[in-house]
């Protein structure tokens, strides 16, 4: 596909561990005159930061999706202007919970250029201090523009620069000193979307289940809001989800001691961990199917009941969010839900309509900070016009789209989770390396990263968890060394 000219401005929605990558490398191209990044917390870390306090009890909404629960806010009539806080909820609070540790080995995890202090796994506040020390080396600090929320980007042309699309950005920063939201707009060549996709909770629609809620309010939650154990002290506790969030949340309550024996957890599908029993302390139970509220029943598939719960967690995941995209100027909306997929999305990081001045950083499950390192360089290198071949045409990158489609659906999967046994990593890494190029012989630019033998090593044999029928497992300082092939869900299936 021709390519456009180089961009000369770009924005970075989001400082997270892909804002980080994206901003680094984008600066070491030194070809771009602006580089903004924009960030609604007060610091850099994204997911990682730690929120003691999850924030006001939202009431959790069962099936309904980000379309309805985190929409765009009403941008003002004219702008630049300071308007009163918004008091809309923006679910910027993060999920992490106190005793959260990382459960990818650090050598995988970690950036190629700085490895994280210790590891494998480590308390969350090692990786947030990482995120935050990596701006602060590669200088990519003084880019950031904190307590900014991007609130609307929208596509606009610019005369000055031929027919290439440029995109407005109507900002919007807290002013915690005169308590005020500072309302304006920028306009940008290219627009790094790298806003994470953890932070608006879903739960599933369940018979009865708005009336439960609104009889118990504080009686359902969801593992976003989950910080300790002791809170559940004493109480009869079912745990729904069964993937990181519902096993580590089971272990921890079960480990605590201090919540009524059993765990109840409600799994709709086993995952690498579960033997053929469960373990010490935990009950295993089918999907929920009723909440009865005048005689507080749950009714589970398999026709049983539990009476008299104190809790329900529900770690049933989170859905992407984009309220910034401006669907009416863009041409259209950029995720379908029915689909849980980018619309005409290339290679998990661009978009067939703007392939040169809109990519996405970090939205595939797999692995994860490595992996946006990949996007980064090869989006940098693009941007700037120094990748080593431009994008293929859109009828080639349409025609990816569809097989990827068809593939996963044959396989009942999901289209942006690349797995890790049947080589679609490794080739989904090899196209952004090959696309990146090599940096100017003069210094400009950054390699992408070798994925060597080590760290494919580690990927493949270090877990946090051990996995029941792998006979060869061994404990090692808390963390554990599998070394049998695997034939259940993908290795990497709970990141
Ligand atoms: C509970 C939990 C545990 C996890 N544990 C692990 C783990 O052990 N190992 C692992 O590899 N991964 C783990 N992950 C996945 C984790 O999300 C990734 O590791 C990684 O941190 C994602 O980085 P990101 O930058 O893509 O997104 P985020 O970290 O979510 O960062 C996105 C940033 O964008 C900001 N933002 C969003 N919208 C806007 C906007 N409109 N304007 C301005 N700023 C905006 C957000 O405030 C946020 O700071 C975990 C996730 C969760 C939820
Ligand atoms: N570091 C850590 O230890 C740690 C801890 C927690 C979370 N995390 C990370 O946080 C991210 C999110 O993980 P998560 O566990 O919160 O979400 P998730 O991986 O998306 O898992 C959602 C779970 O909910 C279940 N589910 C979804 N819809 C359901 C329905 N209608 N009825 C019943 N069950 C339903 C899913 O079942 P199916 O599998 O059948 O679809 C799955 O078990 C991941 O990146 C993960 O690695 C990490």
Redesign the pocket.
């Known amino acids: 596909m021709m390519a456009q000219p180089p961009a000369k401005s770009v924005a970075v929605?989001?400082?997270?561990?892909?804002?980080a990558v994206t901003a680094a490398a984008l600066l070491s191209e030194a070809a771009f005159e602006i580089i903004r990044v924009?960030?609604?917390?007060e610091t850099p870390?994204?997911?990682?930061i730690y929120d003691p306090d999850p924030g006001e009890n939202v009431t959790l909404k069962p099936g309904k999706l980000p379309l309805e629960i985190d929409p765009p806010l009403q941008l003002p009539s004219h702008l630049p202007v300071d308007t009163p806080p918004t008091t809309q909820h923006r679910w910027?609070k993060t999920?992490?919970y106190s005793e959260?540790t990382?459960?990818?080995p650090d050598i995988a995890?970690s950036f190629s250029d700085d490895r994280f202090a210790y590891g494998p796994f480590v308390p969350h506040w090692v990786a947030k201090q990482y995120i935050q020390d990596y701006f602060a080396r590669h200088q990519t600090d003084k880019l950031l523009s904190l307590e900014?929320?991007?609130?609307d980007v929208s596509k606009i042309f610019s005369k000055q620069n031929g027919s290439r699309e440029r995109w407005r950005l109507t900002l919007r920063r807290f002013d915690a000193v005169r308590h005020v939201d500072v309302w304006w707009q920028e306009d940008f060549d290219a627009v790094i979307i790298?806003?994470?996709h953890?932070?608006v909770p879903y739960i599933p629609e369940v018979k009865g289940l708005e009336d439960f809620l609104a009889a118990f309010p504080d009686r359902v939650s969801h593992s976003k809001s989950y910080r300790v154990s002791s809170l559940y002290a004493n109480k009869r506790v079912v745990v729904v989800g069964n993937s990181?969030?519902g096993h580590d949340i089971t272990t921890q309550l079960v480990q605590s001691g201090l919540t009524q024996a059993p765990v109840y957890q409600s799994r709709r599908s086993r995952s690498r961990w579960d033997g053929d029993h469960p373990p010490n302390g935990v009950e295993w139970k089918p999907t929920i199917v009723e909440y009865r509220t005048s005689t507080n029943e749950i009714v589970f598939d398999d026709g049983t009941v539990l009476n008299d719960v104190d809790a329900v967690i529900y770690c049933t995941g989170?859905k992407p969010s984009f309220?910034?995209w401006n669907s009416k100027a863009n041409g259209g909306p950029i995720f379908d839900y029915r689909e849980n997929r980018i619309l005409g999305s290339y290679q998990h990081t661009f978009l067939q309509k703007y392939p040169y001045s809109i990519a996405i950083?970090?939205l595939p499950r797999v692995l994860?900070?490595r992996s946006?390192e990949y996007q980064a360089v090869a989006i940098a290198r693009l941007f700037s016009g120094r990748s080593s071949k431009p994008l293929p045409s859109i009828s080639e990158m349409r025609e990816w789209e569809k097989d990827r489609a068809g593939l996963v659906k044959r396989e009942r999967r999901k289209f942006h989770d690349i797995q890790w046994e049947n080589g679609e990593t490794m080739e989904w890494l090899s196209f952004l390396y090959e696309l990146a190029g090599l940096p100017k012989l003069e210094g400009e630019g950054r390699y992408p990263p070798v994925l060597d033998e080590k760290t494919r090593w580690a990927i493949k044999h270090v877990r946090k968890y051990p996995e029941p029928g792998n006979k060869e497992s061994e404990d090692n300082e808390g963390w554990v060394l599998v070394n049998k092939e695997e034939t259940r869900k993908d290795i990497l299936h709970f990141?």
């Open positions: 929605i989001g400082a997270g561990a892909a804002g924009f960030e609604r917390r870390g994204g997911t990682w910027s999920p992490i959260l990382t459960n990818v995890m900014t929320t991007v609130e790298a806003n994470g953890y932070s990181a969030s989170y309220p910034f950083v970090g994860t900070f946006f990141i």
